[in-house]
């Protein structure tokens, strides 16, 4: 059984401690504001303003992306080069990449 604390053998809860606290406010911003969203549907907003909603949240979940990535690659990646283990690093840096031209 692994490790609470691990995830590949590598440690996944390595978050600087004001990151960590940014992550729980942005995810506590976006469940209100897909709550909101809900409540809009349930009371049958116009549709564009629905809509507008959306890209609000879209907008934050791009943020909290960005924030946890940044994170990722201040922690795990700086270690693994620092350990040698350099084409993993690479790896998951090409892999993020690529999911983010995705989603362009």
Do not use: W
Request: charged share 30%; aromatic share 4%; net charge positive.
């Amino acid at each position: 059984m692994l490790d609470p604390h691990t995830l590949r053998g590598i440690s996944y809860m390595r978050m600087k401690k004001n990151v960590k606290k940014d992550i729980h406010r942005r995810l506590s911003i976006i469940e209100g504001q897909v709550r909101g969203l809900q409540r809009m549907v349930e009371q049958n907003e116009y549709c564009i303003d629905i809509i507008n909603q959306t890209q609000a949240v879209k907008k934050a979940l791009s943020s909290f992306e960005n924030l946890m990535l940044e994170n990722h690659l201040s922690t795990h990646v700086i270690d693994q080069i620092k350990s040698g283990k350099h084409s993993k690093a690479i790896k998951e840096i090409l892999s993020v990449y690529k999911i983010s031209r995705k989603d362009g």
